[in-house]
């Protein structure tokens, strides 16, 4: 049966927070604790949370891979049901979680109810791929055999998440575990962890049984480490940082166990001279700004040609400059903080370093004080005449800095978006329907998008980059059965016949 999250600190407003075990809310076996704070308000304290470390991960593991001996053998329309079930829960809840996610995160309300929602879509989703065909039928050479193949879950799957999608990214890679007969142990970012707590909720009122989803909270080192490095751990899902990423694949390699990456992104919008400025400026803002550019998609190079720079330029930082920076609750607010002072403080250095350079600051330029000293802002920040060899036009920010980088044809404008080492997403903005299909063919990102921001996803559909930002596999949409799942082919002879 499932209790609710222990909630002590009897006498203040604080909740705090357990791990989620077999079925059973409990503190961290050390019974420390650590907070949780508002990156709008330093001063407001979201809640304490378990501090958990190896025991906390081995009682996780211990009851994944108990679960997964009678969840491998479930019926996918049973799994189905519960992914339909805790969607509808999480639905009913979109208001309050989206605020609770919004006040953690620092995303403005409408994004933090926005991202609620797409987690109900993206449970409903994976409650109908539980019930797709799994297997393909071969013809053999010899006529008797009847010669198929099925998929098979992998077993006790690690996902550990970062904090800028502190919902949408967990349901897209715990769903399709759920729905394809793995079991999971699940270690949100310490940053955002009572979103992360809500969405498991869900699914444990929806009625999954013990063990099969199991959430610990807690540092990298002592959840993280131990949870990728134990051998019940048979596949790893991971997004975040590219460094990160390295050393999960070498441990990973290391004890042969099967990993999903997604890490950073460095991602161009390329503005053509022929394409209609102000849709281009709206959505080139909208990819660079909107979630205060902490999104492994946003825009954070707008590669412009040369004849509509200057022009394309000023609406920007029109537009840039315009933009209202506050508390992300407040219905006005179109950007909210970063997630926290240390990113603040790193965005803002990154922009003086910039200042250094020839790129030339047109708008923002660091942290922003005043009324909004208690939080981790930063100024929406533009600069022009970026060198594309910069640590500007090189270096993944994760923070609302756009720079524009002028260019004298297309082909000199693909060349500046490949020479990185990312490629997530990028776009174009062209009339020209050719133009159009030569980038769509030429440019090195596993997401293209033509006439649209660089940023957004839709949950049917594979997700993922090439280069340095992904192992190669893709998750969402059909994509996730080939992570998630193994290949069984099976040779089926008749007996002789007497």
């Not at 990113?343 to 803002?348: E, F, G, Q, S």
């Not at 921001?453 to 997700?463: H, I």
């Amino acid at each position: 049966m499932v209790a609710s999250p222990p909630r002590s600190d009897a006498g203040t407003d604080v909740e705090t927070f357990g791990n989620y075990i077999n079925d059973e809310w409990r503190p961290a076996a050390s019974g420390a604790t650590m907070e949780n704070r508002n990156p709008a308000n330093r001063d407001e304290v979201i809640g304490h949370f378990a501090a958990s470390g190896q025991e906390d991960v081995e009682a996780a593991i211990a009851a994944a891979d108990e679960a997964y001996r009678t969840w491998r053998l479930s019926s996918p329309i049973t799994r189905a049901n519960i992914l339909h079930k805790a969607a509808n829960i999480l639905e009913s809840r979109i208001p309050d979680v989206g605020r609770e996610l919004t006040r953690e995160e620092g995303k403005t309300l409408k994004e933090g109810i926005g991202e609620t929602t797409r987690a109900v879509q993206i449970l409903r989703y994976f409650a109908g791929e539980a019930q797709q065909p799994s297997g393909e039928h071969y013809p053999s050479a010899n006529p008797n055999t009847l010669l198929y193949t099925t998929r098979e879950p992998l077993g006790v799957v690690a996902v550990i998440t970062p904090w800028n999608f502190p919902i949408a990214i967990p349901a897209w890679k715990i769903a399709p575990a759920l729905a394809f007969g793995n079991t999971v142990v699940f270690k949100p970012a310490s940053n955002t962890p009572l979103t992360a707590l809500r969405f498991v909720e869900a699914l444990a009122e929806a009625g999954l049984p013990a063990g099969v989803l199991n959430l610990v909270t807690g540092s990298a080192s002592k959840v993280g480490d131990p949870l990728v490095q134990d051998p019940r751990v048979v596949a790893i899902s991971f997004t975040g940082s590219t460094e990160t990423g390295a050393e999960l694949r070498q441990t990973a390699a290391k004890r042969g166990a099967k990993i999903q990456l997604e890490l950073g992104g460095k991602n161009p919008a390329i503005v053509l001279a022929d394409a209609d400025l102000e849709h281009a400026v709206g959505q080139v803002v909208a990819g660079a700004m909107m979630s205060t550019g902490q999104k492994c998609t946003a825009t954070s190079r707008a590669i412009v040609d040369r004849r509509i720079a200057d022009r394309f330029t000023e609406l920007l930082a029109d537009r840039i400059g315009g933009l209202k920076v506050g508390d992300p609750l407040a219905a006005e607010t179109q950007i909210g903080p970063l997630i926290d002072d240390r990113a603040a403080d790193r965005v803002a250095s990154e922009v003086d370093a910039a200042k250094k350079t020839s790129a030339e600051l047109l708008v923002g330029g660091g942290r922003l004080g005043g009324a909004l000293e208690r939080g981790a802002f930063v100024a929406p920040t533009l600069f022009t005449g970026v060198e594309p060899e910069s640590r500007l036009g090189q270096h993944e920010l994760f923070g609302p800095v756009l720079g524009v980088i002028p260019v004298d044809s297309m082909e000199e404008a693909i060349a500046v978006a490949n020479q990185v080492k990312f490629g997530l997403s990028a776009s174009i903005f062209t009339r020209d329907l050719g133009r159009a299909l030569t980038f769509a063919r030429e440019i090195e990102a596993g997401i293209v998008h033509v006439n649209s921001e660089t940023a957004g996803a839709e949950p049917q559909v594979p997700f993922g980059g090439m280069k340095g930002s992904s192992s190669y596999s893709r998750e969402q949409g059909k994509a996730s059965r080939e992570f998630f799942t193994q290949v069984k082919t099976v040779y089926m002879d008749p007996p002789p016949s007497a």
